[in-house]
């Protein structure tokens, strides 16, 4: 098992004829996913990746043509917002927008707008979804992943890697990996995947990547204090953040006290989670909660 | 971004906002004019010389002074333009004054605040209000919260009338000043939406004897991800404001950021980034910034990632930790080469690289003959990187 996306996930890649959509578009094509077509506005009936997917000029005839339930956007920050509108308005279940640096009043509107569609919203400004051996549905590496047991929830990019590297030098594999965007304004919270790992049988261990600035670690910890009975494993980055400062996430900015990295911290480890000082420590720490659980 | 007062409340003016009004200074000779314009202008005889910096704190720190005649304000404005102003959001070295605003006085009935900004708990736009103005906010949030009033707006609606309302009843505004109040909690709502700020506030906000309700000061942040469609907004930046080597840096597309330490970091991704910092400060060392090259990790990124940390006389020691995911390490192991061999590095460098073509980038380094430190993990990247330094 595995959350969001699978084997199965019928894949649509919005911007697949631009150089970062098409490289990436093939990238998992070659992972082995279902990558069913792609949109770009006014070269539908074109082929792309070499004649192996057709193009369609909209979300709507590609839901109707080949029943695409998943869409990958790698679309221009000025127009990403209209294209996640697209997909939602199309009926695709799990829009997946790798785009970073769209404006923060763009994303707030189509925010607020997913929440009356069944559309559910990952990113924007992440990697993207990574089921090892089933699904890669974003930018991740798929050779550092492998399939296994922890859930793996994070803010960034490279250090999700890193966290997932060290689970796999440790000998655990994950069930999906999850890069929900580092901006002020993302479709899909913590607490949300918390509580879809927690209802997937085969994950066993949660790990949390969180970093400065908002409250949604501390949101998610009040969530698994009273929702979650699986061990979960916290990091928190920016201890050395200065206030005040954009540490290049837009979202990555302590503007009041309970933002630090401090403050989040002592709330998480209140909750249950298991707190991590180092980012050095994330797959030891997650291998000796497991051996605690099935002692 | 930031932007000066002055602007910010040009911005307030051009979107209906009443403020305190007045004109702006670069240098000393246009003192004694400028006062005779402001007397003019606004029809007063007492002023306000405020420094244009963009730290808060100033009238603690000195940079904001009551004239009550022209002669005080010759004599104030020429103190504070070219002063080197300290205050708890300068650091020690302080801010050098390089404007002045020079302001009408008015007399001060009441003292309020109120701003909007995003609340990112409910992804909606939040204004909050307080009859606590012209004091630390925050200190009024952690002391009297009850004091805030919050107001949440859909960001597909927009500010509606009868928040406008309620926000000026709840604050106590009365009669012709009411009307004053709700017409500026408009203003101000539109100025937020149309500038795509990610703050702006006033403070205060102020009710005048005669029964006025006008911006006092006023603050502005921009979103940076929106700057390509508010051209405007983006021309009134001010890079004598930002450290000259984070404006380098932002010319080079490197996301720099100068902290106190002696251990220089590159980093590829954000996360990883304060990741890195942190576990800097772990083993004992300090990280002397923040650097995240970004995705394209090559010859010409590394080269100018060395320059800038290097511009900083304290580091003694330079971190590199690259995860290469769909950057590939072997190139960036060839950027890191080409980069040292040229610049003639004068401190030690750790290299860990993880990730796509790992393998082949520590063949390539240890090939090379440069006097690299290579390094397996994070951990002991960062435990070699402390030692070198201490």
């Known amino acids: 098992m595995s959350i969001l996306v699978n084997?199965?996930?019928?894949?649509?890649?919005?911007?697949?004829?631009?150089?970062?959509?098409?490289?990436?578009?093939?990238?998992?094509?070659?992972?082995?996913?279902?990558?069913?077509?792609?949109?770009?506005?006014?070269?539908?009936?074109?082929?792309?990746?070499?004649?192996?997917?057709?193009v369609f000029n909209t979300c709507f005839e590609a839901r109707q043509q080949v029943a695409a339930n998943v869409s990958l956007i790698f679309v221009p920050p000025a127009f990403a917002a209209d294209a996640i509108l697209e997909a939602a308005d199309a009926g695709i279940e799990l829009v997946v927008c790798i785009t970073e640096g769209i404006p923060v009043a763009d994303m707030a509107k189509v925010y607020t707008y997913l929440q009356s569609t069944n559309t559910r919203l990952i990113g924007p400004n992440c990697p993207g979804l990574l089921t090892p051996d089933e699904a890669k549905v974003g930018i991740m590496p798929g050779f550092i992943a492998k399939k296994g047991s922890v859930g793996v929830i994070s803010k960034s990019g490279t250090l999700t890697y890193e966290a997932v590297h060290q689970l796999c030098q440790v000998g655990l594999g994950q069930t999906t990996c999850v890069g929900i965007g580092g901006d002020p304004v993302i479709g899909t919270k913590m607490?949300?995947?918390?509580?879809?790992?927690?209802?997937?049988?085969?994950?066993?261990?949660?790990?949390m990547i969180g970093e400065i600035g908002g409250s949604m670690e501390i949101e998610a910890a009040h969530f698994v204090k009273n929702n979650v009975t699986k061990p979960v494993i916290g990091f928190i980055a920016g201890q050395t953040a200065p206030p005040g400062r954009r540490m290049g996430h837009a979202g990555a900015i302590v503007s009041g006290a309970?933002?630090?990295?401090?403050?989040?911290?002592?709330?998480?480890?209140?909750?249950?989670?298991?707190?991590?000082?180092?980012?050095a420590d994330i797959g030891a720490t997650v291998k000796k909660s497991l051996a605690k659980v099935t002692v | 971004m930031k932007i000066h007062e002055y602007q910010a409340k040009e911005i307030l003016k051009e979107n209906g906002v009443p403020i305190q009004d007045g004109f702006v200074?670069?240098?000393e000779a246009d003192i004694e004019s400028t006062i005779d314009k402001v007397a003019k202008e606004f029809?007063?005889?007492?002023?306000?010389?405020?420094?244009?910096?963009?730290?808060?704190?100033?009238?603690?720190?000195?940079?904001v002074k009551f004239c009550p005649d022209k002669s005080s304000a010759i004599e104030k404005s020429k103190e504070i333009l070219g002063m080197t102003l300290k205050t708890h959001q300068t650091g020690p070295e302080g801010q050098l004054v390089r404007k002045i605003y020079i302001t009408e006085a008015l007399d001060i009935e009441k003292e309020y605040y109120v701003a909007i900004t995003l609340d990112r708990t409910q992804s909606k736009h939040v204004i909050m209000a307080?009859?606590?103005?012209?004091?630390?906010?925050?200190?009024?949030?952690?002391?009297?919260?009850?004091?805030?009033?919050?107001?949440?707006?859909?960001?597909?609606?927009g500010f509606q009338a009868n928040q406008a309302r309620q926000l000026a009843f709840r604050l106590g505004f009365e009669g012709d000043s009411f009307k004053q109040a709700v017409k500026i909690f408009k203003s101000l709502y539109k100025a937020y939406e149309v500038t795509d700020a990610s703050i702006a506030e006033i403070n205060p906000l102020v009710l005048t004897e005669q029964g006025n309700v006008i911006a006092l000061d006023a603050k502005f942040n921009f979103d940076s991800n929106a700057l390509y469609r508010q051209k405007d907004v983006a021309g009134l930046r001010d890079t004598h404001e930002e450290d000259p080597t984070e404006v380098e840096a932002d010319e080079f597309n490197l996301?720099?950021?100068?902290?106190?330490?002696?251990?220089?970091?590159?980093?590829?991704?954000?996360?990883?980034?304060?990741?890195?910092?942190?576990i800097i400060k772990l083993k004992g060392g300090e990280p002397a910034n923040f650097l995240d090259v970004g995705g394209g990790a090559n010859v010409e990124t590394v080269k100018n990632g060395f320059r800038i940390i290097l511009s900083d006389k304290n580091v003694k020691a330079v971190l590199i930790n690259i995860f290469g995911g769909i950057v590939r390490c072997d190139r960036v192991a060839n950027g890191i080469i080409q980069a040292v061999s040229e610049l003639d590095l004068s401190v030690p460098v750790v290299v860990r690289l993880a990730g796509t073509n790992a393998e082949e980038a520590k063949a390539l380094l240890e090939n090379s003959g440069v006097s690299i430190i290579p390094a397996e993990s994070l951990e002991e990247a960062a435990t070699k990187v402390v030692e070198v330094v201490t």
Request: glycine share 14%; with cysteine.
């Open chain 2, 130 to 157: 307080s009859s606590e103005g012209g004091v630390d906010i925050e200190e009024v949030a952690a002391k009297n919260p009850e004091k805030i009033i919050k107001v949440w707006v859909d960001p597909n609606l």
């Open chain 2, 255 to 278: 996301n720099y950021i100068k902290l106190d330490g002696n251990v220089g970091c590159m980093v590829n991704g954000a996360g990883l980034a304060m990741a890195t910092m942190d």
């Open chain 2, 25 to 27: 200074v670069e240098n």
């Open chain 1, 191 to 207: 607490a949300d995947l918390l509580a879809l790992f927690e209802n997937d049988p085969e994950t066993e261990a949660i790990v």
């Open chain 2, 43 to 63: 029809k007063c005889s007492q002023f306000v010389v405020k420094a244009q910096i963009h730290a808060g704190g100033r009238g603690l720190g000195g940079g």
């Open chain 1, 7 to 54: 084997k199965d996930s019928k894949i649509i890649v919005q911007g697949i004829t631009g150089s970062e959509g098409s490289f990436h578009a093939e990238q998992c094509l070659a992972y082995g996913n279902n990558v069913v077509g792609g949109v770009t506005p006014g070269k539908g009936g074109q082929k792309a990746l070499d004649g192996k997917v057709p």
């Open chain 1, 258 to 279: 309970d933002e630090s990295a401090d403050a989040k911290k002592a709330i998480m480890a209140e909750c249950g989670i298991v707190v991590v000082d180092s980012p």
